[in-house]
C-alpha cells in the first residue's frame, strides 16, 4: 500500500498538501466585482419574481395545496429562511472585518474592496442574504395565505353540509 493514501491500518503518513495562493490584485478584483455584483442582482430579481408569481397564484385561487401539504411546505420554507437568517448572523461580522494584506495603499484598497463585495449596502453578499430571507418571507405568507383560504373553504363548506343535514 502506498504511504499517504489514508486507506490502510492507520499507521501510514498522511499526505501533506503543497498548495499556495496567489494573491488577488486590485484589478482583478476590479474587472471581477461588477459581473459578481450582477450575478446577485439577476438572482435577486428571479427570486423576486417567482415570489410574485406565488403570491398572485395563490390571491387568484390558481394555488391550490391541501391544508397538510401547505403547512409542509410553508415549514420548509421557513426552515430554508431560517438557515439563511443563521448564515448572515454567523458571517456578517466575519465578512466586515477588514482583510489582513498588509500596511500599505494596495493592501487597504483590496481590502476595501472585498469589504465592498462582502458587506456593501447595494450588493453585498451579506445584503443578498437577507433580501434572500424576504423573498422566504414572501413565499411563506403566500403560502399561508392560501392554505388559510383553504382551511376556511373547507369549513364553510362542511358546515354547510351540517346544516343541510348530513353528517361526516
Known amino acids: ?3 499517504g ?15 499556495t495562493t496567489t494573491p488577488i490584485t486590485a484589478e482583478q478584483l476590479a474587472a471581477v466585482k ?15 419574481q417567482a ?11 390558481k394555488l391550490t395545496l391541501d391544508v397538510d401539504a401547505a403547512d409542509a411546505l410553508i ?3 421557513g426552515a430554508a429562511r431560517d438557515e439563511v437568517m443563521d448564515l448572515w448572523k454567523r458571517t456578517s461580522d466575519q465578512l466586515a472585518k477588514p482583510l489582513q494584506l498588509g500596511d500599505n ?3 487597504h484598497a483590496i481590502s476595501a ?8 449596502e447595494e450588493s453585498g453578499a451579506a445584503k443578498a442574504l437577507l433580501d434572500l430571507s424576504r423573498v422566504l418571507d414572501d413565499i411563506s405568507n403566500a403560502l399561508s395565505k392560501n ?8 369549513e364553510q363548506a362542511e358546515q354547510g353540509f351540517k346544516n343541510a343535514g348530513g353528517s361526516l
Open 1 to 3: 500500500m502506498a504511504e
Open 5 to 19: 493514501t489514508g486507506t490502510g491500518t492507520g499507521t501510514e503518513t498522511p499526505a501533506v498538501s503543497t498548495a
Open 34 to 48: 461588477p459581473v459578481l455584483q450582477q450575478q446577485m442582482l439577476v438572482d435577486k430579481a428571479t427570486a423576486s
Open 51 to 61: 415570489a410574485a408569481k406565488l403570491d398572485q397564484a395563490a390571491d387568484s385561487g
Open 75 to 77: 415549514k420548509a420554507v
Open 105 to 107: 495603499p494596495v493592501a
Open 113 to 120: 474592496r472585498f469589504a465592498d463585495l462582502a458587506v456593501g
Open 147 to 154: 392554505r388559510d383560504t383553504i382551511r376556511d373553504a373547507e
